[in-house]
């Protein structure tokens, strides 16, 4: 798969970027172990996360989707697999 340069961090990614704001929310957590699983199986690495995702709805905190894709990480023992893009 063709990679393209992440600005000027020396990182190449693959032009598709995965993006978070579902897990924990419309998709829960075997729905984005799921996801997560198809994603990469396809050759894709490059996800996106924010730690406000889902924090407008009621009984979250925010978070959600950063935990749960910190869980599939480990569980898959694909970090060093994967780039994670975050907003502060």
Do not use: C
């Not at 693959?14 to 396809?42: M, Q």
């Amino acid at each position: 798969m063709e990679k393209r340069a992440l600005g000027r961090s020396g990182i190449s990614i693959s032009p598709l970027v995965l993006g978070g704001n579902v897990f924990g929310w419309t998709a829960d957590k075997a729905r984005s172990f799921e996801l997560l699983d198809r994603f990469l199986d396809a050759g894709f690495e490059t996800i996106d996360s924010a730690d406000i995702y889902s924090s407008w709805i009621p009984g979250h905190q925010g978070g959600e989707s950063e935990t749960i894709l910190g869980e599939w990480m480990k569980a898959r023992g694909v970090r060093e697999k994967v780039v994670i893009i975050t907003k502060v």
